[in-house]
């Protein structure tokens, strides 16, 4: 049997960790739940950055203004967001989660943290703070490299 790296295993474990995290959203979606998840990692976004203009959202989310015009669009329509004028600029507008967008984020994101803390239940404290402390690591790691593959 070849030998791999650790380098292969992570990968490996990183494109697993993609697959079941889909998974395990569609699995506590509730039923009744029109949002898609890049609906809700949009919807996450802005309620940690915004409010915030839609250029810099598509520039935090890496994706293209049109794409994020839409996804802006539908999270309004389902009164996920709200947009508010720019008070640098009336011209632009701000947006920002609406009480319902937080209510939605804020029950997703219980259901998500009784999940983690079952699948984690009989991990040790010391094994949680490390893994959330790596996975940390990994993130900010990935971060820094986007950044200069931005340039």
């Known amino acids: 049997m ?13 494109g697993l ?8 959203f569609q699995l506590i979606k509730p039923a009744d739940d029109a949002l898609e998840r ?6 996450g976004m802005i309620d940690t950055d915004g409010p915030v203009r ?13 794409t994020i ?9 389902a009164g996920m967001v709200e947009r ?18 937080h209510a939605v984020l804020e029950h997703n994101r219980g259901r998500w943290r009784g999940e983690i803390s079952a ?15 790596l996975f940390t690591q990994l993130n900010e790691a990935m971060a820094a490299r986007c950044a200069v593959e931005d340039k």
């Open 2 to 14: 070849k030998s791999r790296n650790p380098s292969d295993d992570i990968l490996g474990q990183i």
């Open 17 to 24: 960790f993609f697959r079941r995290s889909q998974a395990l």
């Open 38 to 43: 890049p609906a809700y990692i949009l919807l």
């Open 54 to 66: 839609l250029t810099a959202l598509a520039a935090l989310a890496q994706l293209n203004l049109s």
């Open 69 to 77: 015009s839409r996804q802006v669009a539908a999270l309004e329509a």
């Open 84 to 101: 508010d004028a720019d008070p640098a600029d009336g011209r632009a507008s701000l947006v920002r989660v609406s009480e319902q967008g």
């Open 119 to 133: 699948m984690l239940s009989d991990w040790s404290e010391t094994e949680r703070a490390e893994f959330a402390r």
